[in-house]
């Protein structure tokens, strides 16, 4: 239930294309989740983040879409180029804990690659 | 822009040596975490750090592992007996508050 699913694995499209990168989860107590790009031999680096009470957040050229229903969440990035390509991770965590841990789990990335 | 530091970059080590890996958390930030990475697959949490103490570890965080902040402004991470499967990219993160975690580049550990 702690699981984040992301999809596709790895995805390649021509510069100037729309990329979609797909997450959903299980647990509705997660009330947080960022978007993470990391590039080779780097960590990762936060791009966007969205709470559920939103429905949409656009930073940029990059737009993340939450439907709360179906619990899914996708990363949009408009007219992408090649210095875009990177690993992409989704995230999730719960923030309203108190606990003093706001872990973050992770989907397994998606490999993007942009074509000139 | 104020960041996440780690030292070492690299470090390699034999199968049942101790490895001290540290962080030096941007200054000001609450909540400490390690997460590590597997070659090729996602990261993965082992432990949060607030206030002072663990507050929460995954069943990755066995008994070889410990945290210390030993002064304001390091934050280590210990491996007692290393083993192969421990080779991994190690990211320590920190926070100002319950949201964004802000990474370090990472210590790339390798135990032959």
């Known amino acids: 239930q702690q699981q984040v699913k992301q999809s596709p694995q790895s995805l390649i499209v021509q510069k100037g294309g729309i990329p979609i990168i797909n997450c959903a989860y299980e647990n509705t107590a997660f009330d947080y989740f960022p978007w993470y790009q990391q590039f080779p031999g780097k960590g990762p680096a936060l791009l966007i983040a969205?709470?559920?009470?939103?429905s949409e957040k656009k930073e940029g050229r990059f737009t993340i879409s939450f439907n709360k229903s179906a619990k899914q969440f996708s990363l949009h990035i408009m007219d992408s180029q090649p210095g875009d390509s990177a690993t992409y991770f989704c995230?999730?965590?719960?923030?309203?804990?108190?606990?003093?841990?706001?872990?973050?789990?992770f989907g397994k990335g998606t490999k993007l690659s942009v074509i000139p | 822009e104020p960041e996440v530091t780690q030292t070492p970059s690299h470090q390699v080590t034999q199968m049942g040596q101790e490895v001290i890996l540290r962080c030096v958390p941007i200054?000001?930030?609450?909540?400490f975490y390690w997460y590590r990475q597997i070659l090729g697959q996602k990261v993965e949490f082992l432990v949060s750090f607030y206030n002072n103490e663990i507050s929460e570890k995954s069943e990755i965080f066995d008994d070889q592992f410990s945290v210390e902040r030993p002064d304001g402004s390091n934050f280590t991470l210990k491996i007692r007996s290393t083993k192969l499967e421990d080779s991994a990219m190690y990211f320590c993160?920190?926070?100002?508050?319950?949201?964004?975690?802000?990474f370090g580049p990472g210590t790339r550990l390798l135990v032959l």
């Open positions: 995230a999730a965590s719960i923030t309203f804990s108190g606990a003093g841990s706001y872990q973050l789990t």
């Open positions: 200054s000001n930030h609450l909540y």
């Open positions: 969205i709470r559920p009470d939103v």
């Open positions: 993160a920190s926070s100002p508050h319950q949201e964004t975690q802000y």
